[in-house]
């Protein structure tokens, strides 16, 4: 399997590493990134005998959310593109939810925005101790549309509520308490943990375990087409909004928007 942004290594065990590898955008979600992640996964789908997949970054940082020349080409673009471009994001996290194979999350540095969405629809998502976390878009006016349905299935709406909407960075201890993680792990620990996670599935039945994922996907809140679209309708609204436009900006521009604290101008 060959990508532009993704270096995979399928193991003779069944067990198929995926790398997020811009390591130099810190693995920000670009349009190829976005592209990749969904033909990525359909290939992953055929294959029947497939045990686990290992979801992890090159470098320093996991993944530190959107890409800035994705950014920008969300600015200047008319309401349709911002459709198309949010229903791709959005395809991307379903099939990442809906892969029928195990997918176990290794986090290090930063998982921010769309990098704590991907932790989110991991099945078992493990992170080293001093990783950062948060749901950062309200900083830039916008909101976290397409990856909330995962978010607040994964932590529950009381938990999610914590750190939903204030875009406030928080530890890996925290993520695991909020149940973003299942665990932090020392520095030095996380292959071993991945590891210990990826184990069992060694010895199960893999139709068997794909079968039981869909049924857990099934017995939890709904994230159907309807749950999707409305996602995407509410992050293109929010592409309009004078705050969406000012936050981008200076995002953009390395200043703080205007409804940052007078200590951060």
Not at 5 to 10: D, E, F, H, P, S
Not at 161 to 189: D, K, N, Y
Not at 236 to 264: C, N, Q, V, Y
């Amino acid at each position: 399997m060959s990508f532009e942004t993704l270096r995979v290594v399928r193991d003779a065990r069944g067990v198929a590493t995926v790398t997020l590898n811009r390591p130099d955008k810190r693995n920000a979600l670009s349009a190829a990134m976005i592209a990749d992640l969904t033909d990525l996964t359909a290939q992953l789908d055929a294959d029947a005998t497939l045990r686990a997949v290992v979801l992890t970054g090159e470098g320093p940082v996991f993944c530190a959310g959107g890409d800035l020349d994705w950014m920008r080409a969300q600015v200047e673009a008319d309401r349709a593109t911002r459709m198309s471009e949010a229903r791709k994001l959005a395809r991307m996290f379903g099939a990442l939810n809906a892969l029928r194979a195990p997918l176990i999350a290794a986090i290090r540095g930063a998982a921010l925005g769309g990098g704590a969405g991907l932790a989110s629809v991991c099945d078992v998502a493990l992170a080293e101790t001093g990783t950062r976390f948060g749901f950062t878009e309200t900083r830039l006016g916008l909101i976290p549309a397409t990856i909330g349905p995962y978010v607040l299935a994964r932590l529950g709406e009381g938990a999610a509520r914590r750190v939903f909407m204030s875009s406030r960075i928080f530890g890996a201890e925290e993520a695991e308490r909020l149940g973003l993680i299942a665990r932090a792990v020392e520095p030095g620990g996380l292959e071993a943990a991945v590891a210990a996670e990826v184990e069992p599935y060694l010895s199960t039945a893999p139709g068997a375990v794909a079968r039981a994922k869909a049924l857990a996907r099934q017995l939890g809140p709904p994230i159907d087409e309807a749950v999707i679209e409305a996602t995407i309708t509410a992050l293109a609204d929010a592409w309009e909004t004078g705050e969406a436009r000012e936050g981008i900006a200076a995002f953009l521009e390395k200043r703080a928007p205007p409804w940052a604290p007078p200590s951060d101008r």
